[in-house]
């Protein structure tokens, strides 16, 4: 069974760090865009940020200047270093694996980890 495992959330107050972990199977590491999501209750899942597998990274405009994504390859780790945390960042934050060429396409999440960000 192919697993991601998040670590690192918390209770932080309003302009604290974190930051997040997730570890991998090397399996569906190299070669795959690795990403967090995000998502508070009664919202839809959303992305916070990716990096494709050539480092490629893309950050949602909500996070944009105070979220760092980070991949190792050779660990087969990805991390997401939090800075200037707000109390809308408050969710589960989700890592994910994805997957597609022209023949296959594969999405893998882990089971979440979460962020409280309150006064």
């Known amino acids: 069974q192919v697993q991601l495992v998040e670590s690192g959330g918390g209770f932080v107050q309003p302009g604290g760090s974190l930051y997040l972990s997730c570890s991998a199977d090397r399996s569906i590491f190299v070669g795959y865009t690795m990403g967090w999501y995000r998502q508070a209750p009664g919202m839809q899942r959303e992305l916070v940020a990716n990096v494709t597998a050539i480092g490629r990274p893309t950050y949602a405009d909500a996070v944009k200047g105070r979220f760092a994504i980070h991949r190792d390859d050779g660990r087969a780790t990805l991390g997401l270093q939090m800075f200037s945390l707000k109390p809308e960042d408050t969710a589960v934050y989700y890592c994910?694996?994805?997957?597609?060429?022209?023949?296959?396409?594969?999405?893998?999440w882990g089971q979440g980890t979460q962020v409280t960000v309150s006064s």
């Open positions: 994910n694996a994805h997957y597609s060429d022209h023949l296959n396409e594969r999405n893998y």
